[in-house]
């Protein structure tokens, strides 16, 4: 009885290590790249998108659920500037959600941006819920390659109110549209 | 066959047959963090000495494992190289051989074959094993359950049979089982319980078993540095309590399910399952004691004796702590079912229908822990192979990783696989610190950040190339993000340089030799100019390594000077050992463009083949 149980035992284990056997040879392993960099800079960025990461200069987390990513309280992105932006200006457009932790320890928070040095309007909220801040800039603040935009928030989730980090909003893109 | 026969091989296949559908993502699952650091082990060799010191050298845990962590990574390593699989199929291999064992301790100590199958089917889908089934560093769970469940079926043998030859030959296995975990020390315990509840009279057989783990005992605390910071530290005091408490829970494995995606009412049966399981149970062992079964109170023993040794571990609650542990609640629920199958309909149907329940909760959590891993560790294994796939593409160019989030550095970056190939020029680009959350008891993120002036001058120079990982391969975007840089990062000197990398050679003075293999010797005095500090109280750190030639005759002195201010030298003497140096900066130098630092040594050697007077071997610099 014991024996073959153990002959079935041997028969599972010798299977495996069969299993292993393509593995046998030292070899040295590689997975291709993708080499083409046509990539430029984007006027419009998602959040979730790993290509344009570079763009979200500071106060970005990780992306979360695959679909958008926290910021702190001050966050920056730098965006092309649409095609005839130096003469028509351009539309900043933050898509973003306000969440209903942040507003139950503040009550209120205004976004505040600055974009190549030119302070736009500031926007304040009260209610939970998802949200565009969207404001024109004009032609002369638009005459490079592209446009650093910062964003600060008076009222945030210092670290340690609901979790280690320090949370402002969630934000899904952030982009620069033509007038 | 015999009905006999049939069970004794259905108690063992069918669960074996069961933790290759539940645990098949972790035969597939690839390397991740701790792995990196034993697969490099082996670059550490280079006479019989370094073998037998990487063998048994104590490490930073105080662990010494020869067997499942130095010889399982070093050996499979020099035959497969990179390739996981075969690291996977030996993991899976001994899990295997576990369950046989378990099948034959448990028919030896019950004299049922039903309750054997139970609680090798119980243990099999525990979610505690999803660690190990799918996370090679922890494979040393495995080899040292194999060691213990091996040694007490000799045992138990010896207390059938009388016979010493099994008697010494559980003792050559029990003394081994020590090459795959310190854990193997409760053994003792173990075969007394065993010998307690089978043969009382033959307990003091074990009176040498307790011997040899207090001489173990002795001889680790001895050799081994205990942690007395960060989370391997250990704490007697009241929250034992609390975390013996937290691995009775989780040990039922259904409160993982509240980590998941389903629906409410199956979170809400999860984290309720453990009470009404633990209830029954609890009726069952005090049953079990009115009928002196004692029996039946040997998982409580086992329960206690293996998650007894990591309870002052307050700081460092791990699922996979609980793989040993988890036999007794298997053992508890496979002679409970058996028991209860012979009580009538009410109490079959009962222990039918919360058996069912663990079975399908604890299969679910266990298949979703080594989901997890093999996801976890399939986007480790496209950056790591893609990183050396860009280094044949770009020989002698840096390489910058772009949008490296928390998960992937931690399970990565920090443990430096890309040296595995040969190369370490792979850094992350400026400002990647801002997204990655950080651990300082893992490690400090800011020393992969390639600074942003380095960085400029690498891009200008067409001395680097950045990638950033999307949608499962490395994609090259130099060209946009040489665009970003160019605007947004200020050519300032880097606060942190290594001497070995030619990003930083134009922050090199006069005195340090050629790059060799990403290295730097320094001549008897060398000049480095570093960013000045950010702030008051910050040190100049050194790490480097000293040749045993330099200390051949006597201890060296190294002088170091920052911004003319000289402090006293540093003795160095360990031969061909790394060292680390620090020192507090003068007042007056925060925010300072540039401070110069001078290093001078009070002799140097001329290797016989080479001419050059060499000093230290350089290693970084950096001021923080």
């Known amino acids: 009885m014991r024996r073959l149980s153990f002959r079935g035992a041997a028969a599972l284990l010798t299977l495996l290590l069969m299993a292993a056997a393509p593995g046998c040879r030292r070899r040295t392993t590689t997975v291709e790249t993708v080499e083409e960099d046509n990539a430029q800079l984007a006027s419009v960025v998602q959040t979730n998108d790993a290509k344009a990461s570079m763009q979200l200069l500071k106060g970005f987390y990780d992306i979360e659920n695959g679909a958008w990513r926290w910021t702190k309280s001050e966050f920056s992105v730098t965006l092309k500037a649409p095609p005839e932006a130096r003469t028509k200006g351009a539309v900043l457009k933050l898509s973003f959600s306000v969440t209903e932790p942040l507003l139950q320890h503040t009550r209120t928070t205004t976004l505040s941006a600055v974009a190549n040095g030119s302070v736009l309007e500031p926007e304040t909220y009260t209610k939970a819920g998802q949200y565009t801040y969207e404001r024109k800039i004009p032609a002369a603040d638009v005459q490079g390659e592209a446009v650093t935009i910062d964003f600060r928030l008076d009222k945030f989730l210092t670290a340690g109110q609901v979790e280690e980090r320090e949370l402002g909003l969630v934000v899904a893109s952030a982009g620069l549209y033509p007038q | 066959m015999t009905r006999e026969r049939a069970l004794a091989t259905a108690a063992w296949a069918l669960p074996a047959l069961v933790c290759l559908l539940v645990y098949w993502p972790g035969l597939r699952a690839w390397f991740q963090q701790d792995d990196f650091a034993w697969l490099g082990l082996t670059s550490e060799i280079h006479s019989q000495r370094d073998f037998w010191r990487t063998m048994f050298e104590p490490k930073a845990q105080g662990t010494i494992r020869p067997w499942s962590e130095r010889a399982y990574f070093m050996g499979l390593y020099t035959l497969f190289g990179m390739d996981a699989l075969p690291f996977r199929v030996v993991a899976f291999a001994t899990q295997l051989l576990n369950l046989f064992l378990l099948s034959r301790f448990t028919q030896r100590l019950t004299g049922s074959w039903w309750a054997a199958g139970g609680a090798v089917l119980f243990w099999t889908v525990n979610p505690s094993l999803g660690g190990p089934m799918s996370w090679s560093s922890s494979y040393n769970q495995l080899m040292c359950t194999a060691f213990l469940l091996g040694a007490l ?472």
């Open chain 2, 153 to 624: 079926v000799l045992f138990q043998k010896y207390l059938e049979t009388d016979r010493g030859a099994y008697y010494w030959a559980q003792m050559a296995v029990f003394v081994m089982g020590f090459g795959a975990l310190e854990m193997n020390i409760v053994y003792p315990a173990l075969a007394a319980l065993v010998a307690l509840v089978s043969r009382a009279r033959k307990v003091w057989s074990t009176a040498p078993m307790f011997a040899i783990s207090l001489a173990y005992l002795v001889f680790h605390s001895m050799v081994a540095v205990t942690p007395t910071t960060g989370p391997y530290a250990k704490y007697y005091d009241r929250s034992i309590w609390k975390t013996l408490w937290h691995y009775m829970y989780t040990s039922f494995g259904s409160p993982k399910l509240a980590e998941l995606d389903l629906p409410l009412w199956i979170w809400m049966a999860g984290i309720g399952l453990p009470y009404v399981l633990g209830a029954a149970l609890l009726c069952y062992a005090v049953r079990m004691a009115w009928e002196h079964r004692w029996v039946a109170l040997l998982p409580a023993g086992w329960f206690i004796s293996l998650i007894g040794p990591v309870l002052p571990l307050k700081d460092h609650l791990t699922e996979y702590y609980l793989t040993m542990p988890s036999i007794a609640l298997a053992l508890w629920m496979g002679m409970g079912l058996e028991w209860s199958w012979r009580k009538g309909f009410l109490a079959r149907a009962l222990a039918l229908v919360l058996a069912c329940c663990y079975l399908v909760a604890a299969a679910i959590s266990g298949r979703s822990v080594a989901q997890y891993n093999y996801d976890r560790s399939n986007r480790v294994r496209q950056l790591v192979l893609g990183v050396a796939r860009a280094h044949e593409l770009h020989p002698g160019k840096e390489i910058l990783l772009q949008g490296v989030g928390t998960e992937l550095y931690w399970s990565a970056v920090n443990d430096q696989p890309f040296r595995l190939s040969g190369f370490d020029d792979v850094h992350l680009t400026p400002g990647s610190e801002e997204h990655i959350e950080a651990h300082p008891e893992l490690g400090d993120v800011t020393a992969f950040v390639f600074p942003p002036g380095a960085t400029l001058r690498a891009l200008r120079k067409n001395q680097a190339v950045v990638y950033t990982l999307d949608g499962g391969k490395l994609r090259n975007i130099t060209a946009s993000y040489k665009a970003v840089a160019m605007s947004q990062l200020k050519d300032e000197l880097a606060r942190r340089i290594d001497a070995g990398n030619a990003a930083y050679g134009g922050q090199l003075g006069a005195g340090w030799e050629p790059i060799t293999k990403g290295y730097r010797w320094m001549g008897q005095q060398s000049e480095v100019y570093l960013g000045g500090p950010r702030k008051e109280g910050e040190k100049l750190y050194l790490s480097g390594f000293c040749a045993a030639l330099l200390v051949e005759k006597g201890p060296i002195h190294l002088s170091v000077s920052i911004d003319g201010v000289v402090f006293p030298p540093s003795k160095i003497e360990a031969p061909d050992r790394a060292f680390d140096l620090s020192y507090p900066l003068p007042p007056g130098l925060a925010g300072k463009d540039k401070v110069t630092v001078n290093l001078s040594l009070d002799r140097t050697y001329i290797p016989p083949d080479d001419g050059r007077p060499l000093g230290l071997v350089f290693g970084s610099l950096a001021i923080r």
